[in-house]
């Protein structure tokens, strides 16, 4: 292995709901651009949105991916978001360990 393939990468998106999320992350799994995503429910977001203060009851999906497919999995997960303009961010991670890196490394490879 070497490369990007080989470098974790993480994905944060809130969610309104956990049936968008679970469809999101299913989609992102089925389409191999992501080996798991954690959902964390019951997550209270306050925010500053178009100039007011608001408070929302949100689902936080997480999503382990590799960085050669960070880009494409944070394209897919914005077109797959319900909300108009979605916060979806993702970062290459700079330690793991070999069995967490080998697993993430088989993303986006030809199954045989």
């Not at 470098?7 to 798991?36: G, H, Q």
């Not at 997480?62 to 960085?67: D, E, G, H, I, W």
């Not at 997960?77 to 697993?103: F, I, K, N, Q, S």
Request: a negative charge; proline letters at 8%.
């Amino acid at each position: 292995m070497n490369g990007q393939a080989e470098t974790p990468a993480l994905i944060w998106c809130p969610f309104p709901d956990e049936e968008s999320a679970l469809s999101a992350v299913n989609t992102l799994l089925d389409e191999d651009l992501a080996a798991c995503g954690n959902l964390l429910p019951g997550m209270t977001s306050v925010f500053v949105w178009q100039g007011e203060k608001d408070t929302a009851r949100e689902f936080g999906l997480l999503v382990k991916t590799n960085a050669a497919l960070l880009d494409a999995a944070v394209r897919r997960l914005a077109e797959l978001h319900p909300y108009e303009t979605p916060a979806v961010l993702g970062w290459r991670c700079d330690a793991a360990p070999p069995e967490t890196l080998a697993w993430l490394a088989g993303i986006g490879t030809p199954k045989i």
